[in-house]
């Protein structure tokens, strides 16, 4: 059958955005009819298992418009039939006035080649990041005079100017986020309450089958068997893996660990040469990106799983980090910060250990604490599988999703 609704995404596929494919794939198993729309081709490697499950088609749009020129004149000559393109060039010009960059152009050739080539049976375009797929949507929306909504989650609502927020809230038909901290903030700049919802992603607990060894009882005494820490995600500020390593060069030599990260980024060769600075380099192993079934070998053989975000200067922040709940799932207790909604899903002491971000020697004391005490982590891990199984599953959000995605489906037909 067409496709009746068309996912936007910035990059597909991509190894850091399983909560992505995962709800792509819910949605088809739902009985969508999908297709995709991606502003970048894939740089990663290698994929995860779920994206070959995925049968929706891609389209990849122009990444730069010196490249494709002859293919955005050809959209263009063919948009200039549609009677929304001079609402959308309007628009484009009011943003442009506010934000004169290359970036807000190359977003509009892209949503004329997306407007042009869309396929005629798609009936609403769901886009995933509030600011530069969004963008591209709400352009081609307009050339189109179609419906749009957007998943919003981290770094595309915080470095975003808010005059962009409001009118991007203002032409949706929905929005939805993957924290409360977000719904609130976004919630603020609408004119409509009931736009903005709260979404988690979740897990699809059928992909993450829960770890079945009894907890280690490592302690950090025995340098012949070191208690393993593990953290997943990319070398990226936001992370905040610097603050990590300097909490590591405080822990005491007497305390016996060895840790791993998994995950590619611009910082991760500064982050190599500050573990050699601070002679941590022989007790680290960085295994770059790596594919899920591989993440979850890992996460089945530490003791704790460590995560230190932080928001950035710029105001870029974690919202739930996937990963922390995919550790949880593994029965693996977890350590991170304050930030966003990571309260929303660990409850210090409770169902995991929280510091406050950007703090090397809280963070140290937390670790020196954790690393110690096995039989602490196991509670931990314990209490967090418990609460990420009961009130963290996928089904939940997949049904909001459908519940929105169905409204907005029927409003075009009426229409």
Known sequence: MPPRIAIILKGYPRLSETFIAQEIRALEQCGYDLCIFSLRHPYDPATHPIHAEIEARIYYLPEYVHDEIARILRAFLGACLKPGLWSALLSLLRDFRRDPTRNRLRRFAQAIVMAQEMPPSVQHYYTHFMHTPASVSYYASQINRQSWSVSAHAKDIWTIPEWELREKLASTDWVVTCTGANEKFLSSLSDDQNRVKLLYHGLDFGRFDQKHEESSMRDGSDEANRVQLVSVGRAVDKKGYEVLLAALARLPTSLYWKFVHIGGGELLGQLQQQAQELGLDGRITWLGALPQTEVLAQYRQA??????????????????????????????ACLSTRISGIPELIIHAETGWLVEQKNSEQLAQALEKLIGDPQLRGQLAQAGFTRVRSKFSMDRGIDTLVERLEQSLGKGRQE
């Open 303 to 332: 003791d704790l799983f460590v995560l230190p975000s932080k928001i950035s200067a710029d105001g870029d922040r974690d919202g739930l980090p996937n990963v922390l709940m995919e550790a949880q799932s593994q029965n693996l």
